[in-house]
Each structure stands twice: as structure tokens, then as C-alpha cells.
């Protein structure tokens, strides 16, 4: 059998540590996260939750008749999770979404390239009124945590461009 010990690796500063185990081969696995990740997930969630009370006031009455178009099994399910009672799993959130025409980037990263342009301003909005920073779409220099370059900016609308002269045809008699 095998003999294993515990011991905590120091990171970036003290507050900061990984929990491991050590096996008999030398190998090291994660048994927890680092402090940071969770203080990262704690305001990931809690934007997440202001997101969705903002996208609720916009697109539906209630939290009920929300609750109700989602098929949740409680009528109040939806309450709870504006109020951080329950956190939603990523199948109700992408319900929502699907049901309710707003993207996850929206919900968990506060932007607004990806979604109907007529939603924008009234989203932005009720996030002023509820004192959050307003959502926006990404600097195009920004790159999002996998590298991927982020959305480029939506061309300009047609309406900007200005229109070649017409020319008048005449009528045969």
C-alpha cells in the first residue's frame, strides 16, 4: 500500500495556497483551489446574479412567470436565485437564455457584443438604475481567458454610408 502525506504549497503570497497530496510515486494532486479562485468565483456569481435581475425587470414581469416559462419545479425557484439563496446550474441559465434572447457572455461576463441591438440600451439602462457599471462590449485589443481574440466591433450600419445619386429614368409615351 501506498503512503501518502498532505502538505500545503505556498504561492504568491501567504494568503494564497493549493492544497496537495503527495503519493508514494511523487505525483501531486489538487485536492482544493487557491484562495484567489474563490474570491474570483464569489464576484463572478454575484455579477451573474445582478445580470439576471437586470435581463428579468427588462424582458419579463416577474420572477414568477419567469420561474414558470422555465418549467422550474417551484414557482419561487427564480426569486431564490436573484437573491443568491440558490445559485442557478448552467441548464436553467442557458434556458434563460435561449427563452428570454440574451447571451451567457451577458450573464456572466457583462457584454453586450452577441446581443439584439434593440436589447442594449434598455439592459444598459437597468444596470444604472440598479448602480451597477453598465455593460459594453470589448476593446478590441481585449482577449478573453483562453486567448481567443475577443468579437470584433459590429460594422457600421447601413445608414452611414452615404448612397449613390439616382438617376432619373424617362418615361416612353
Request: aromatic content about 4%.
Amino acid at each position: 500500500m501506498s503512503e501518502h502525506t498532505n502538505t500545503v504549497l505556498p504561492t504568491r503570497s501567504p494568503v494564497h495556497y493549493q492544497k496537495c497530496a503527495s503519493f508514494g510515486t511523487g505525483s501531486v494532486v489538487i485536492l482544493g483551489p487557491m484562495a484567489d479562485d474563490d474570491a474570483s468565483d464569489r464576484a463572478l456569481l454575484e455579477r451573474a446574479r445582478h445580470n439576471l435581475i437586470a435581463a428579468r425587470k427588462v424582458l419579463a414581469p416577474s420572477a414568477v412567470s419567469v420561474a414558470r416559462s422555465l418549467d422550474l419545479a417551484n414557482p419561487n425557484q427564480w426569486t431564490r436565485y436573484e437573491s443568491g439563496a440558490r445559485k442557478p446550474s448552467l441548464a436553467v441559465l442557458t434556458r434563460f437564455c435561449d427563452q428570454y434572447n440574451v447571451t451567457l457572455d451577458f450573464i456572466l461576463r457583462n457584454r453586450t457584443d452577441g446581443l439584439a441591438r434593440h436589447l442594449v440600451p434598455k439592459l444598459t439602462a437597468q444596470q444604472v438604475l440598479m448602480g451597477l457599471e453598465p455593460a459594453g462590449e470589448p476593446a478590441p485589443s481585449e482577449t478573453v481567458q483562453s486567448g481567443i481574440p475577443a468579437a470584433r466591433p459590429a460594422p457600421a450600419a447601413p445608414s452611414d454610408t452615404p448612397r449613390p445619386a439616382r438617376i432619373a429614368r424617362k418615361e416612353s409615351v
